[in-house]
């Protein structure tokens, strides 16, 4: 009978332990990576995409940041309260699921429920894993905890066992803060929670290694097998994060496309773009985010120039020497924003343009674009970043609304601003003026410039340089707390005229002030403190007409 | 270049070996590519440190010992302490109301200069007493000047030892030890990036942004600071061992476990090693000798206190120029002068706990940037501000994390790499693995070592 008995309880535990485990890990599973609820669905006309950022609520004050996007639809209710047709919304401390109530054209209405598990006390369904994974565990080391505990080592080993478990414990009851934050859409709080997941597993696993190493008496291996079967555990995390980051590429550094990066990407299809076209344009326009509301279609109605608009996010005067040697035919003129001091963001190029562009980089520039990709590779953050990503691939999707969508000619659309929207966008900025970095204008820069005017003389073209105005407001904020400023733009507009005067075609247009275009201070014609609505743009293009004419003469 | 960048990591370390281990002219290798690694990390200094080398190597030989300690201890004042000297001078003239404002010199402090210059003065010393003979070799004694693994922040080796290992270099790779090196530089990588650096945003955030005040936010941080410069030290020093190791050096150890010392001395005996023998066997002996010769046997314990004071100053003012660093110093020659004064009445100081305090109080010291921090600091800590918020005690609840599991580390007196217990399983060897990997993925926001700056 005991016999019996025991042999039940050597098949039994094993088993009883390998569910427990299984259904501690999926639950483990679930905490960790958090999935979105979706509901993405037409019915006959209209369309339904109703989404919550997280389909698992744990902790009962964890938020929930819903979005809503519905077309052809008469009213739209969200949770009972009427809605218009898209939107976002943060939902902190659900108690049900949250629904949305469409009344469609025909008059019919459909409740859509999005699936989202709500667990009331997370404290008891956190012990559930944590119990589960330190029973496995401790059951796994049975053999070799009986011995330790036996040894008559005094209260040490067991105090140390203690604190390990412990330990793990703290970390467990911090993992639900950490999931919420990892749930948010905010790609940069919710990848760095989940690096800080990561980072704090790998501290909590080489404190246990540590510390209950000593404690058990086991043989030990061969320095070469040891070896071995580290570079294999290395090799093991590399495969797994270098193939996540290269298939979901988060940050467009890389080939694959099959997901959409949590930042702008342009310059590749900004290039792509150009030689796609059937003619080759009279004008190309370069710049940052600065120039991409200058529309090509009012620059040719106004001159009867064909336009192409290749500005580029955090365009600088490096990307733009990039951008002209590749230029092939080259266009009759250059249209290009720069900046006071002509700043330099090697990184930024390093990290955000194609790989295509390595052979017209500057060497050093080059070589920081290679040792980035490289290092991307194994980087923590692109692969928390890319899990996110590839978590809210959904999301993604339709995450670009805020971005500009650029046309064949290289504009951007960008949607309409309201008064509110322009004032917080504008007290933002003006809270955060970066200090002026004024050394005169930077050396390297103006290499490049000569550079790019010799380029434009050899192909018998014209280059116009102007300064995109700022924000009135901002402009008066920039002038009373930051001093440097005037004499930056001092010196960057006295290069500016030897330029002009040295080379017969280099064009300088100062717009940094509105008001000079025209001595009319539109201050509604901005998205923030910098970035022109396409009717200031217009403005702007009115004002520069004349010389972008005569510069093609 | 910082030992931990991809850089070095992956390229410089790799590329050396490769060809040390494959080249028969080792410490030619050895030695070029100590000058290249300083080269890449401080280019301008490079003249410095080779003719600093060169000299010392040279008067050593003309046994012109003196000149040769003048001459390193001259590179040593320009550059790291004449203008807190000058900062000194001029506040005691204001304070005297005198109108001279002396100007400072815009130096750069040269990479690993306190601890090149320690080598140089202890090789002097060495063969003015007949230790070992001098060094024929302009090449060794370069090599051992420059050697990369030991430049930016030591073990400071004595020149007897590794002179000696550096003149017979293994002809062929030890497997053993080249593991036991490959696993020192992963634990010590571990310690750096999953531990220090992980307290050290806590703290950038918690103990130095200002906004925060009590008693309980004082000792946190403090012991949060103890906490990061143990790791953060002993992870450096781990790695320059097992860089050694691979290169068939071994350099000393420099940490058994500090914070498990039960008395001022015993904590010196456990922390930064390497130092402290420096300065037993060349300033603090032969100071107790020559104080005892001038003032006789009847007041042994005087002298030995005074070469503590001197000994322990100076120790304090080889960690910077500042008068932190120098009440630092003092304050651990006033616990040391302490312990042999209560050992002499067999009054029994031997307590773990108290040791700890103690070593916090002068880590208050120590990590302030000035003394008006320090005052602060120093009038939280003793409750003057108040209790304070418990929400301040966890201020970052992964920080708090980190801390119990490196204070579990510290107390558990196992996570020195020297003494590391048997990992040899495979287990281990897998997730040793992808702790590596995983802290070459945090390689990108590693922050400085904190001795680096010494």
């Given amino acids: ?553 | 270049m910082p030992i931990t960048s991809y850089g070095f990591l992956l390229i410089f370390l790799p590329i050396t070996l490769l060809l040390y281990w494959r080249i028969r002219h080792k410490l030619l290798i050895l030695g070029g590519t100590g000058l290249l690694f300083y080269a890449l990390g401080s280019l301008i200094f490079l003249p410095l440190l080779l003719g600093l080398s060169l000299a010392t190597y040279q008067l050593a030989r003309w046994r012109r010992t003196g000149l040769g300690i003048i001459l390193n201890l001259a590179a040593l004042i320009l550059f790291k302490y004449l203008n807190f000297g000058l900062d000194s001078l001029n506040q005691v003239t204001q304070a005297l109301g005198i109108p001279l404002l002396l100007p400072f010199l815009e130096l750069a402090l040269p990479l690993g200069i306190s601890f090149f210059v320690f080598k140089h003065i202890g090789y002097l010393v060495d063969i003015r007493a007949n230790r070992y003979p001098a060094v024929t070799n302009p090449l060794l004694f370069v090599t051992y000047s420059a050697f990369f693994p030991q430049i930016s922040a030591g073990p400071m080796s004595m020149g007897d030892d590794t002179l000696r290992q550096l003149a017979t270099l293994p002809d062929r790779i030890d497997t053993q030890q080249a593991v036991q090196g490959i696993l020192s530089i992963s634990i010590g990588l571990m310690k750096k990036i999953l531990i220090a650096d992980q307290l050290n945003q806590a703290l950038q955030a918690g103990l130095f942004s200002g906004d925060s005040s009590g008693l309980v936010w004082a000792w946190t941080s403090v012991g949060m600071f103890a906490l990061q410069l143990y790791f953060d030290f002993s992870a450096y020093t781990d790695m320059a061992l097992g860089v050694g190791m691979l290169f068939g050096v071994r350099l000393p150890a420099n940490f058994n476990n500090p914070y498990l010392a039960t008395n001022p001395a015993d904590f010196w005996q456990r922390w930064h090693m390497s130092l402290s023998t420096w300065f037993r066997t060349y300033l603090f002996s032969p100071l107790s000798r020559s104080l005892l010769q001038r003032w006789g046997t009847i007041r042994a314990p005087a002298a030995q206190y005074a070469a503590n004071f001197v000994t322990m100053g100076l120790v304090g003012l080889w960690h910077g120029a500042g008068w932190g660093f120098v009440l630092w110093g003092l304050y651990h020659g006033l616990l040391l002068n302490a312990y042999a004064w209560g050992k002499r009445r067999r009054i029994i100081l031997e307590n773990r706990v108290v040791l700890v305090f103690l070593v916090l109080i002068g880590w208050a010291l120590f990590l302030s940037p000035d003394l008006n921090f320090a005052a602060r600091l120093f009038a939280n800590l003793f409750g003057v501000a108040g209790i304070g918020s418990v929400a301040d005690f966890i201020y970052d609840p992964l920080a708090l994390l980190t801390a119990v599991a490196a204070l579990m580390l510290t107390l558990a007196g196992t996570v020195e790499a020297a003494n590391m217990p048997n990992l040899k399983r495979p287990a281990y060897a897998f997730a040793l693995g992808v702790l590596v990997m995983l802290c070459l993925m945090h390689l990108g926001s590693a922050a400085q070592f904190i001795y680096v700056q010494f």
Avoid at chain 1, 390 to 396: K, L, S
Avoid at chain 1, 527 to 549: F, G, M
């Fill in chain 1, 1 to 553: 009978m005991g016999g019996e008995v025991n042999r039940f309880t050597a098949i039994a535990a094993p088993l009883f332990l390998f569910a427990f485990l299984l259904t501690s890990l999926f639950i483990a599973g679930r905490i960790i990576i958090p999935t979105p609820a979706i509901i993405n669905t037409h019915e006959s006309d209209a369309t339904i995409f109703f989404t919550a950022s997280r389909s698992t609520v744990w902790s009962p004050d964890a938020c929930v940041t819903l979005r809503w996007q519905v077309e052809n639809i008469d009213e739209v209710y969200l949770n009972g309260e009427a809605q218009i047709g898209s939107g976002e919304m943060q939902d902190c401390g659900l108690t049900e699921s949250p629904n949305l109530r469409l009344k469609f054209r025909d008059g019919s209405e459909q409740t859509y429920t999005l699936p989202i598990w709500i667990v009331r006390s997370s404290a008891v369904v956190l012990v559930l894993p944590a119990l589960g994974i330190i029973t496995a565990l401790l059951y796994y080391r049975l053999g070799k905890l009986s011995s330790i505990l036996s040894v008559g080592a005094g209260l040490r080993p067991v105090l140390l066992l203690a604190a390990v478990i412990a330990l793990i414990g703290l970390f467990i009851y911090q993992l639900p803060t950490l999931i919420d934050t990892a749930s948010t859409l905010n790609w940069f709080e919710a990848s760095k929670a989940l690096a800080d997941i990561f980072s704090r597993a790998g501290m909590l696993t080489f404190v246990t290694i540590v510390i209950v190493a000593p404690l058990l008496h086991e043989r030990q291996i061969s320095p070469r097998n040891f070896l071995l079967i580290m570079t294999m555990g290395a090799a093991f995390l590399l495969l797994i994060v270098a193939g996540t980051i290269l298939s979901v590429n988060p940050r467009g550094m890389y080939f694959s496309d099959r997901f959409v990066p949590h930042q702008l990407l342009i310059r590749g299809s900004k290039t792509q773009g150009y030689f796609a076209l059937s003619t080759p344009p009279d004008l190309v326009i370069m710049g940052s985010s600065r120039a991409f509301t200058l529309s090509p279609a009012y620059i040719h109605s106004n001159t009867g120039l064909t336009t192409y608009n290749m500005a580029v996010e955090g365009g600088r005067i490096e990307d733009f020497l990039i951008q002209t040697r590749q230029l092939q035919p080259f266009p009759p003129v250059l249209l290009i924003e720069v900046q006071e001091g002509l700043p330099r963001e090697p990184n930024d190029i390093a990290s955000r343009a194609p790989l295509r562009w390595l052979p017209y980089m500057r060497p050093e520039t080059a070589l920081l674009t290679l040792q980035k990709r490289l290092e991307g590779l194994i980087d923590l953050d692109q692969f928390a970043e890319a899990i996110h990503i590839a978590n809210f691939a959904e999301f993604y999707e339709r995450q670009p609304n805020e971005w500009p969508r650029f046309n064949a000619d290289g504009f951007a659309a960008r949607t309409t601003i309201t008064a509110p929207e322009l004032e917080q966008a504008l007290l933002t900025d003006i809270g955060n003026i970066p200090p002026a970095r004024c050394e005169g204008v930077d050396e390297i820069s103006q290499s490049e410039v000569a550079a790019l005017i010799e380029i434009a003389e050899a192909q018998d073209s014209a280059v116009i340089f102007y300064i995109s105005p700022l924000h009135p407001r901002y402009y008066d904020a920039l002038l009373r707390d930051e001093p440097e400023y005037q004499r930056c733009y001092a010196a960057f507009t006295a290069y500016m005229n030897e330029l002009t005067q040295a080379h017969d075609n280099v064009f300088f247009l100062d717009y940094s002030r509105l008001a000079t275009i025209d001595g009319a201070e539109d201050e509604s014609g901005y998205y923030d403190s910098q970035h022109l609505t396409e009717a200031n743009s217009r403005r702007l293009i009115d004002h520069a007409a004349p010389t972008i004419v005569s510069a093609t003469g």
